[in-house]
């Protein structure tokens, strides 16, 4: 995918109104979706999970979000509080990204317990 290229699910869908709060996006989807002349890239968004801004999920070393964790992101803060941890999900579907987030915790500790045994 160029820079100028939409993802094909965005191609099919170019109306946010079209996609369900709790539907899962990668990154490169939600930028086109959402800000498809920019600002904001899917490297924006990369920087701004990796920064504890956007609450994000990860499965199969792929990073996803919804438009409810979108939200999160652009709620405006004073810069003091930017670095603290996000503000909780509102809205329907907040429940699946918990428990999704959840899972990947889970299977992060498996993982770091099981290499540390070997």
Same mark, same amino acid.
């Given at each position: 995918?160029?820079?100028?290229?939409?993802?094909?699910?965005?191609?099919?869908?170019?109306?946010?109104?079209?996609?369900?709060?709790?539907? @899962?996006?990668?990154?490169?989807?939600?930028?086109?979706? %959402?800000?498809?002349?920019?600002?904001?890239?899917?490297?924006?968004?990369?920087?701004?999970?990796?920064?504890? !801004?956007?609450?994000?999920?990860?499965?199969?070393?792929?990073?996803?979000?919804?438009?409810?964790? @979108? !939200?999160?992101?652009?709620?405006?803060?004073?810069?003091?509080?930017?670095? !603290?941890?996000?503000?909780?999900?509102?809205?329907?579907?907040?429940?699946? %990204?918990?428990?999704?987030?959840?899972?990947?915790?889970?299977?992060?500790?498996?993982?770091?317990?099981?290499?540390?045994?070997?």
């Amino acid at each position: 995918m160029t820079k100028h290229t939409r993802p094909d699910r965005v191609r099919t869908r170019p109306d946010p109104a079209q996609w369900h709060e709790d539907e @899962l996006l990668t990154l490169g989807e939600a930028a086109a979706l %959402y800000w498809p002349d920019g600002p904001l890239t899917e490297t924006t968004l990369r920087t701004a999970a990796r920064d504890g !801004r956007l609450p994000i999920s990860q499965i199969a070393g792929k990073f996803f979000v919804t438009k409810a964790a @979108l !939200r999160c992101l652009t709620v405006c803060k004073p810069l003091g509080e930017a670095h !603290r941890s996000p503000a909780p999900v509102a809205a329907t579907g907040d429940q699946g %990204y918990l428990a999704d987030l959840a899972q990947v915790s889970e299977m992060r500790r498996r993982s770091k317990e099981g290499a540390s045994v070997r």
